[in-house]
Nanobody, 121 residues
Framework: VQLQASGGGLVQAGGSLRLSCAAS????????MGWFRQGPGKERAFVAA????????SYADSVKGRFTISRDNAKNTVYLEMNTLTPEDTAVYYC???????????????WGQGTQVTVSS
């Protein structure tokens, strides 16, 4: 399974961005799609995840109410809508896929290339 992420960029605080992640296929090994981020000098951290079938999202506390993850099964694509962005959201955002959900990035099987999100104050 290959993942292609896109949509990062530079935005002012309070602004919005939408990230996309297209998967080359949907299998049992990528049942769950997620987003992680890694800020400067920080460890990679869970942001949001969604199951292709059930569709119930999970979010990190830091993004609840501001970020929305969604999926388009017909396009094998997952989106991360990010609103009310703050400089603390600045990071490289990674799309990931795995057979099950976990907040720990280590078990996730597939990773896309990172996309930079920079929020200016």
């Amino acid at each position: 399974v290959q993942l292609q992420a896109s949509g990062g960029g530079l935005v002012q605080a309070g602004g919005s961005l939408r990230l996309s992640c297209a998967a080359s296929a949907r299998t049992a090994s990528n049942n769950v799609m997620g987003w992680f981020r890694q800020g400067p000098g920080k460890e990679r951290a869970f942001v949001a995840a969604i199951n292709w079938i059930v569709g119930t999202p999970s979010y990190a506390d830091s993004v609840k109410g501001r970020f929305t993850i969604s999926r388009d099964n017909a396009k094998n694509t997952v989106y991360l809508e990010m609103n009310t962005l703050t400089p603390e959201d600045t990071a490289v955002y990674y799309c990931a896929a795995n057979g099950y959900w976990t907040r720990n990035s280590v078990p996730w099987k597939y990773w896309g290339q990172g996309t930079q999100v920079t929020v200016s104050s």
